[in-house]
């Protein structure tokens, strides 16, 4: 299959077809590597922990002051006695 170089600003780009995306288990949006290797130019999906960030996130909400129910009428009995 051959594509062509397009500019982008400052930039280049090339369309890459939805079925190649999908052959490395990516699609559009997603975050990509880009590896230069014998001339060639390498694109791998960024692999990234399921709920990498979370914790640090959480840490971020409680300093903020950021961590009560969004919906605190739709809260349990025993909440308030729970211990994270």
Do not use: C, H, Y
């Not at 999908?22 to 975050?31: E, L």
């Not at 390498?42 to 399921?50: G, H, L, M, N, Q």
Request: proline letters at 5%; zero cysteines; glycine letters at 8%.
């Amino acid at each position: 299959m051959q594509s062509s170089v397009k500019k982008i600003g400052n930039s280049a780009g090339v369309v890459i077809p939805k079925p190649m995306l999908a052959a490395i288990g990516a699609k559009a949006g997603d975050r990509v590597t880009l590896l230069v290797e014998s001339g060639r130019i390498v694109i791998e999906p960024v692999s990234t922990a399921a709920r990498s960030g979370w914790a640090e996130d959480s840490r971020r909400l409680v300093a903020e002051g950021d961590d009560k129910l969004v919906w605190p009428e739709f809260a349990n009995d025993d909440d308030a006695a729970l211990t994270w």
